[in-house]
């Protein structure tokens, strides 16, 4: 499945992995995999709360890119902190749409109740706010790969991304 989605999220050139921004575009295909399932050319998670099971909301993109790129040089105090690496990550696409499942309070059943909203045009640009993903900080710290939010606790963060299954997706 991993190359699968390598293939498919290639930017213009080879994953190199034994170069550092190419360790960096592998583990930040290993951490969006993770979050988002692939169901035919689109991408696709749910958004739970971690207190329980019920999905509040489904994301779905249309022609979806891996993006990571390198914040340039490290700085002085970047070496001192053991950094040897750090960039952002995130997820661009063509078109995208939210289902809102909050309100049913139930799994992704709530598509007997409601439809998908028309699409909306997803901008590629890591600086608009219309990106689909918040970028997502990656560093390589003393040999280990950290990807997260700057100033996000993941343990104590209330949302969940996962893949959702492609037979459950609603209509």
């Not at 930017?11 to 190419?22: A, F, H, S, Y």
């Not at 706010?129 to 997502?136: A, F, G, K, L, S």
């Amino acid at each position: 499945m991993l190359l699968a989605m390598l293939s498919c999220t290639k930017q213009n050139t080879e994953v190199n992995e034994n170069t550092p921004d190419g360790q960096a575009k592998i583990r930040a295909q290993e951490f969006w995999k993770a979050r988002y399932g692939k169901c035919g050319d689109n991408f696709v998670t749910g958004v739970y709360r971690s207190q329980g099971r019920s999905i509040m909301l489904a994301y779905q993109y249309t022609k979806p890119k891996i993006i990571t790129t390198s914040l340039g040089d490290l700085t002085a105090a970047d070496k001192l902190n053991g950094i040897e690496w750090k960039g952002v990550t995130h997820i661009s696409c063509e078109s995208t749409r939210v289902y809102d499942c909050e309100n049913e309070g139930a799994d992704i059943q709530c598509k007997q109740n409601k439809h998908w909203p028309e699409w909306r045009s997803c901008e590629n640009d890591i600086t608009s706010n219309e990106r689909t993903m918040t970028p997502m900080f990656i560093k390589k710290i003393k040999e280990n790969w950290i990807i997260n939010e700057e100033g996000k606790n993941e343990e104590k963060d209330p949302l969940i991304y996962k893949p959702i299954d492609c037979a459950k997706i609603p209509n």
